[in-house]
């Protein structure tokens, strides 16, 4: 082997020593560039769930108010007919003393269903004599306006409504004077 | 400069670029190993609020079945004193026409009232000649066993006891045999 031939070969080899290490410098740089690219994705599906946690804790906290505020909806809707024929029930008149001691008694009675539903935030929705009002009254009948009567007033409630909280359960149903 | 000195030179330039290619490499792992670390700590947070998410959500689940399932529970309470007056009411004895009427129509709405709670789950607890339970009947006075009876019967109902589902709201006052 000659001198040119063993420095050719040196040469040779480095080249290829270089090109080794370019390659491997280059493999280096796209795994960095791969974890950080994983890191940032990963980072962005973990903060994005934190925000989804966030939200549905607060959609799930109102629900739960919600929930809360209007549970008795369901059991009054089903009670107001059970007041209205306790109402007609006591619209009977009777007279010897037995008979009015059971009216009494169903009086009672009837003023403690009333508070109990008050109690659960359903309030009656009698109207008489005062300005119709479309969200919480029905005109089932209008009136000629009498002297002495404002337009638009309830005269006659024709059966009451009922509302829980701020949601009208029933509107009262009513003769309008016009 | 004598041609030892230039060699002496190279030397210590290469092993000067070997120093700084070896930090370099070393930095690089060093970057690398920093970076993995991040990428599985992140996922590991990616996977337990991920996981958590899954947790709260089917929690929510439960808690708006249960919301729902009990949401007649507290107005319900309101209104076992009231069905209790309507019964006592009910057992005043009446005799003319006018007031056998009024019994009729509270009766009536007596029946809708006991309808209109058991359509959302709320019944009757009434035990007579039933075996004693204590999870639904509270025993207030104990009565000598007759002949023919069995032991541990209820043989009268104070007070009526009412049950929501599987939750019992007012367990029965009752007398048991013994």
Request: no cysteine; aromatic share 0%.
């Given at each position: 082997m000659v001198v040119g031939e063993k420095q050719n070969l040196n040469e040779n080899e480095e080249v290829a020593a270089i090109d080794e290490t370019v390659e491997e410098v280059e493999e280096t740089v796209s795994e960095i560039e791969q974890l950080t690219k994983e890191l940032e994705e990963t980072q962005d599906r973990y903060l994005r769930v934190q925000a989804e946690l966030a939200n549905i804790q607060k959609r799930n906290a109102k629900e739960r108010q919600d929930a809360a505020k209007y549970r008795s909806q369901v059991l009054a809707n089903e009670l107001l007919p059970v007041v209205d024929n306790l109402e007609r029930a006591l619209e009977i008149e009777v007279e010897d003393e037995k008979a009015l001691n059971l009216k009494k008694g169903v009086e009672m009675v009837y003023n403690s269903f009333v508070e109990a539903l008050k109690s659960e935030g359903i309030e009656v929705i009698n109207p008489v004599n005062e300005p119709f009002d479309p969200n919480f009254h029905m005109s089932i009948q209008v009136q000629a306006l009498e002297e002495g009567q404002e337009a638009d007033?309830?005269?006659?409630?024709?059966q009451k409504g009922y509302s829980l909280k701020d949601r009208v359960l029933r509107p009262a149903m009513v003769i309008v004077a016009q």
């Open positions: 007033t309830v005269v006659s409630v024709v």
